[in-house]
């Protein structure tokens, strides 16, 4: 069973998506406890060797050894060498007792673990057999002095602030956070918190939304639910597209006739991507209102995450001047059988967990529909299922692992 034909490839939609993600320009400075999640704008290069000197891997003891393959029955310890201090040039045959992290001695060609030494009250032993230059970390072992250290277009984690500042590196020119604007689509919404009226749900996309957009990086404008009417959808997109460089909706992009928000764009600029052909997500659109790029996700809660996921978060990475976008995947053997496949591409929420044996399987929630968002809370991947592929227990799948598309 072939897609209908006015449905867009969801590799196509997706690489359309990306063309039209305009890179950022503007930047600035920022220290480095400030910059976590940004975007680097310029390649830092290392100014110095990591590490700066040659140093002790091992608590233990430097030797100056003349042969290593005729060891003399003891070295005699003439010094102490701590982290942060300097030795002086050890004699041939000769000892210091050194620590994690000290510069090692001039002369000193072997570090020793303590633990392979024995004690002779001014004297050491050696109890295990050596090889030149063991356990001595070199200059520049870690980082060269001029070589780069991270390109334009990462994203700073963690780690990476931590290897900028090994190199005494105190800030970093990143892209300025992309303004966000967000609304949310139908008489139905209520916050949490209010007393719901009869067939109304609460607004749980507000509250994902807005999360992942943090943990982007962005800066949001959230301008709440908007009813559904034509004007009000007008009005907010208007606003919306006046203050931010991308807009972001919930709902109203299918073909209902309280479904306004496409009308709307396609009113007010252009809607040049509609439908795709993947599941769930199929009413995910994009176009352009004035000087702001559309995104228009679906109303039901998996769908809206998923695509954000998928098409939207790509995109954003995109527009922040991120370098890497693609989707990265994992493989694993399905602990389920799905007999009956869609024809359009799905996405099936797993969680990993181990067989009899110990091997890892992905486990299915059993249900896979596209308001169920208590699947989203229990899973941690999302199966990359090709249109109109069943999938018996056994099969290794491909898939997604949702922390990684969190970060």
């Keep these: 069973m072939k897609p209908r034909a006015n449905l867009l490839n969801f590799e196509d939609a997706r ?82 007792r050194i620590f994690t992290g000290a510069p090692v001695p001039e002369g000193a060609n072997v570090v020793v673990p303590q633990e392979h030494t024995q004690d002779l009250e001014g004297s050491i032993s050696i109890t295990h057999p050596i090889a030149r ?97 034509a004007e009000a959808t007008r009005e ?21 006739e309280e479904d306004h928000v496409k009308a ?18 199929k009413p995910l659109a994009y176009g352009r209102v004035g000087q702001a790029d559309f995104i228009g996700l679906p109303g039901n809660p998996v769908s809206s995450f998923v695509t954000f996921l998928l098409m939207a978060r790509p995109f954003l990475l995109k527009r922040m001047g991120a370098a890497h976008t693609e989707l990265k995947y994992l493989s694993a053997t399905a602990n389920f059988d799905w007999p009956k496949p869609d024809r359009r591409r799905e996405f099936l929420r797993v969680k990993i967990s181990h067989d009899a044996s110990g091997s890892p399987v992905l486990d299915l929630w059993p249900n896979q529909g596209s308001g169920v968002m208590s699947s989203l809370a229990w899973a941690d991947g999302l199966i990359d299922l090709p249109a109109d592929t069943k999938v018996a227990r056994g099969d290794v799948v491909r898939y997604l692992s949702l922390s990684e598309l969190l970060y």
């Excluded at 060269?144 to 005494?168: C, D, E, K």
């Excluded at 997109?237 to 909706?249: C, F, G, K, P, Y």
Aim: glycine fraction near 10%; charged fraction near 10%; include cysteine.
């Design 15 to 96: 690489q359309t998506l990306l063309a039209s993600a305009a890179p950022p320009t503007n930047t600035e400075t920022l220290p480095l406890l400030a910059a976590l999640g940004r975007t680097l704008a310029q390649a830092i290069q290392s100014p110095m060797n990591v590490p700066g000197f040659d140093n002790s891997a091992m608590d233990g003891y430097a030797l100056n050894v003349l042969d290593i393959e005729a060891l003399p029955a003891h070295f005699p310890v003439t010094q102490r060498i701590a982290a942060g201090q300097t030795g002086t040039p050890l004699a041939p045959n000769t000892a210091a």
């Design 236 to 256: 907010a997109l208007s606003q919306a597209a006046s203050e931010n460089d991308v807009i972001i909706t919930c709902g109203g992009v299918s073909v209902g």
């Design 133 to 229: 230059m063991q356990h001595i970390r070199h200059k520049g072992e870690d980082i060269a002095a001029g070589s780069l250290v991270l390109a334009a277009g990462q994203r700073l984690g963690a780690p990476h602030l931590a290897m900028l500042a090994s190199i005494g590196v105190a800030s970093a020119t990143v892209f300025t956070p992309l303004k966000v604007g967000v609304f949310f689509t139908g008489d139905e919404l209520t916050e949490p918190g209010q007393t719901l009226a009869p067939g109304a749900i609460y607004n749980s996309n507000r509250f994902a939304i807005n999360a992942l957009l943090a943990q982007l990086g962005c800066t949001v404008n959230d301008y709440g639910i908007v009813r559904d009417s």
């Design 264 to 281: 709307a764009v396609m009113a007010l600029g252009s809607l040049d991507l509609w439908q795709i052909s993947m599941k769930p997500g």
